[in-house]
Antibody, heavy 120, light 108 residues
Framework: QVQLQESGPGLVKPSQTLSLTCTVS??????????WSWIRQPAGKGLEWIGR???????NYNPSLKSRVTISGDTSKNQFSLKLSSVTAADTAVYYC????????????WGQGTLVTVSS | SSELTQDPAVSVALGQTVRITCQGD??????ASWYQQKPGQAPVLVIY???SRPSGIPDRFSGSSSGNTASLTITGAQAEDEADYYC???????????FGGGTKLTVL
């Protein structure tokens, strides 16, 4: 059974960098069959795709966040990470990591989500 | 802003059938996937592809598509189906992945 678990600080100060890690168990981020994505959801609002990484290390980002986002992977730890720079209160949200089959069959496994609050 | 458009709220009487729709240009090229999200929980995939259900999803959930519109149908809605529903698809424009704004389903 594939499991994803987000971890990282729950509180980040404005203008700083938000950093989260997703640890994957029961499956390998090196598999060529999947993208590994970050998705966020502000309280009471909808889902927003942030970006993804593929086994080769190639990445794609939401154009609206691209200038501030970096997603990287560590195959030795079976983890992938999100960095979002210059955060503001608008970046306060629950952040999810999720698996996305290359075949385009939807995000089939999600982490439980982690709340990140941007506040001084 | 979402490039997939969903009605913000829909209601259905217990045991009746409800259709939740999702519109967007990307749906002319890609199938929609549908997710159910209950308060405080992560989304759960309920429909993907032409009309496929992951293991464990009841067969009262089904999907269809026509032109730029995808639909999620719940036949015989149950109280436990009350949730937010999101569609998503791939996109060949600047944003590779798009989500709809979500539909809040109330079961009366």
């Amino acid at each position: 059974q594939v499991q994803l678990q987000e971890s990282g600080p729950g509180l980040v100060k404005p203008s700083q960098t938000l950093s989260l890690t997703c640890t994957v168990s029961g499956g390998s981020i090196s598999s060529g069959s999947y993208y590994w994505s970050w998705i966020r959801q502000p309280a009471g609002k909808g889902l927003e795709w942030i970006g993804r990484i593929y086994t080769s290390g190639s990445t794609n980002y939401n154009p609206s966040l691209k200038s501030r986002v970096t997603i990287s992977g560590d195959t030795s730890k079976n983890q992938f990470s999100l960095k979002l720079s210059s955060v503001t209160a608008a970046d306060t949200a629950v952040y999810y990591c999720a698996r996305d089959p290359v075949a385009g069959t939807g995000f089939d496994y999600w982490g439980q989500g982690t709340l990140v609050t941007v506040s001084s | 802003s979402s490039e997939l458009t969903q009605d913000p709220a829909v209601s259905v009487a217990l045991g009746q059938t409800v259709r939740i729709t999702c519109q967007g240009d990307s749906l002319r090229s890609y199938y929609a996937s549908w997710y159910q999200q209950k308060p405080g929980q992560a989304p759960v995939l309920v429909i993907y592809g032409k009309n496929s259900r992951p293991s464990g999803i009841p067969d009262r959930f089904s999907g269809s598509s026509s032109g730029n519109t995808a639909s999620l149908t719940i036949t015989g809605a149950q109280a436990e189906d009350e949730a937010d529903y999101y569609c998503n698809s791939r996109d060949s424009s600047g944003n590779p992945v798009v989500f709809g704004g979500g539909t809040k389903l109330t079961v009366l």
